[in-house]
């Protein structure tokens, strides 16, 4: 009994999952054929073969159907900071590994799709409010792994903010046609620049908590 009840608990959490990501693949797939306010959530809803009050249970709003796709990112600078003697340093690395894969949270990346999504995502006002509140989680995380004073705030909202610039000025000049080839070189300096003044602003962080 003891062996089944963790597994069933299991397999409910991957199903619960997968119903998360076909409904956001739905609803996202809808809003890029027609817009983001041309949609209903009624009509998200059917097209993904569950009710409507059904969908509200998973996504509370919304522009959560969109944003479900970079919700793991939240705790992601709080999870990579964990233990390190040098937190500025140990995300340098991280977003430089970002780059070199072409991850798009980095905004260095040009397949098709994650162009049509942060499309959607920067031109719609409502996507990009609820964006913010996504960016402001992960900096309270980020801030409480530093250890929760103002320094660890203050350090966390520079941070954050570094982080989302720099993407933001990749996609914005891959949306223009430049090539990611061309784009990368740049952005490798940007990050190496904005880290290490980063490093310079914020000195004296303590190594980030474990949980």
């Known amino acids: 009994m ?13 199903k619960k999952q997968r119903t998360y990501q076909e409904v956001s693949d739905t609803a996202v797939r809808l809003f890029l054929e027609r817009g983001f306010d041309a949609v209903s959530v009624a009509e ?4 993904a073969g569950i009710s409507k009050p059904t969908l509200f249970r998973y996504f509370p709003a919304k522009e959560d159907l969109v ?5 793991d990112h939240e705790t992601e600078a709080a999870r990579v900071v964990a233990g390190e003697p040098d937190p500025v340093d140990a995300l340098r690395r991280h977003f430089l590994a970002g780059l070199e894969r072409r991850d798009p949270v980095t905004g260095l990346n040009d397949h098709p799709q994650v162009l049509a999504f942060h499309r959607l ?4 006002p409502a996507l990009v409010a609820r964006a913010h509140r996504h960016q402001e989680r992960s900096e309270a995380a980020l801030a409480e792994a ?4 103002l320094d660890a705030r203050l350090a966390a909202g520079q941070i954050i903010a570094v982080q989302r610039i720099l993407a933001l000025d990749n996609w ?3 949306a223009a046609g430049e090539r990611v080839a061309d784009v990368a070189p740049d952005a490798v300096r ?8 980063l490093a310079a602003a914020v000195p004296g962080l303590p190594e980030a908590h474990t949980d």
Do not use: C, S
């Open 2 to 14: 003891g062996e089944t009840e963790p597994r069933e608990t299991g397999l409910r959490e991957r």
């Open 44 to 47: 998200v809803a059917a097209a």
């Open 67 to 71: 944003l479900h796709r970079i919700a």
């Open 121 to 124: 995502l920067y031109g719609t």
């Open 146 to 149: 530093l250890g929760g004073d």
């Open 172 to 174: 914005r000049r891959i």
């Open 190 to 197: 940007a990050a190496e620049r904005a880290f290490g003044r």
